[in-house]
T-cell receptor, first 115, second 116 residues
Framework: DAKTTQPNSMESNEEEPVHLPCNHSTISGTDYIHWYRQLPSQGPEYVIHGLTSNVNNRMASLAIAEDRKSSTLILHRATLRDAAVYYC????????????????FGKGTHLIIQP | DAGVIQSPRHEVTEMGQEVTLRCKPI?????LFWYRQTMMRGLELLIY????????DSGMPEDRFSAKMPNASFSTLKIQPSEPRDSAVYFC??????????????FGSGTQLSVL
């Protein structure tokens, strides 16, 4: 899978929107963009994923650049409970041999929320 | 649904002892993954199973590590003998049947292993 680049850490204020960037300049046409987050002392949890179009769900929005070389995870109104490490992961939908084979996690962005 | 259940939550043992970590995946999920997380190396995939069969164990660090999945609702990760450098958080995750489109992993809360 292609590589992603994220800032090591970001800080935001409670009740304000947060935009978490991810660069993936070598993305291929069959790579899905996945976001997971890991709250303190917990396992990672799925946040959102997309291919080309922007996506919304109850947790967040995913904005994908037109050339797909970058994307942004948007938390519309951050709370203290959103403080976590956020991982941006590319996942090729066409895997040789077929089937799932796990996600490769990078170092992610440590999001700090100030009250 | 109770989610992925791991036990124990914490394990403290002495070097040389055998350690067994346990995982119950979400019912209906046919993929099971074992990950290890350390500050230095982050999250690493150790091994994964599909329909109880080990598919790729290339991430298992050495022969001291072994994993089994005797049935669809239970898996173990065993370290024998354990060493201090095995200290980490071990996560189990499961995933629903492959759709050919993407994966969505559901993680347990992890087992914090400390080897003294």
């Amino acid at each position: 899978d292609a590589k992603t680049t994220q800032p090591n850490s970001m800080e935001s204020n409670e009740e304000e929107p947060v935009h978490l960037p991810c660069n993936h300049s070598t993305i291929s046409g069959t790579d899905y963009i996945h976001w997971y987050r890991q709250l303190p002392s917990q396992g990672p949890e799925y946040v959102i994923h997309g291919l080309t179009s922007n996506v919304n769900n109850r947790m967040a929005s995913l904005a994908i650049a037109e050339d797909r070389k970058s994307s942004t995870l948007i938390l519309h109104r951050a709370t203290l409970r959103d403080a976590a490490v956020y991982y941006c992961i590319l996942r090729d939908m066409v895997r040789s041999g077929g089937g799932a084979d796990g996600l490769t996690f990078g170092k992610g962005t440590h999001l700090i929320i100030q009250p | 649904d109770a989610g992925v259940i791991q036990s124990p939550r914490h394990e403290v043992t002495e070097m040389g002892q055998e350690v067994t970590l346990r995982c119950k995946p979400i019912s209906g999920h046919d993929y099971l993954f074992w990950y290890r997380q350390t500050m230095m190396r982050g999250l690493e995939l150790l091994i994964y199973f599909n329909n109880n069969v080990p598919i790729d164990d290339s991430g298992m660090p050495e022969d001291r590590f072994s994993a089994k999945m005797p049935n669809a609702s239970f898996s173990t990760l065993k370290i024998q003998p354990s060493e201090p450098r095995d200290s980490a958080v071990y996560f189990c995750a499961s995933s629903p049947p492959w759709t050919g489109v993407n994966e969505k992993l559901f993680f347990g809360s992890g087992t914090q292993l400390s080897v003294l």
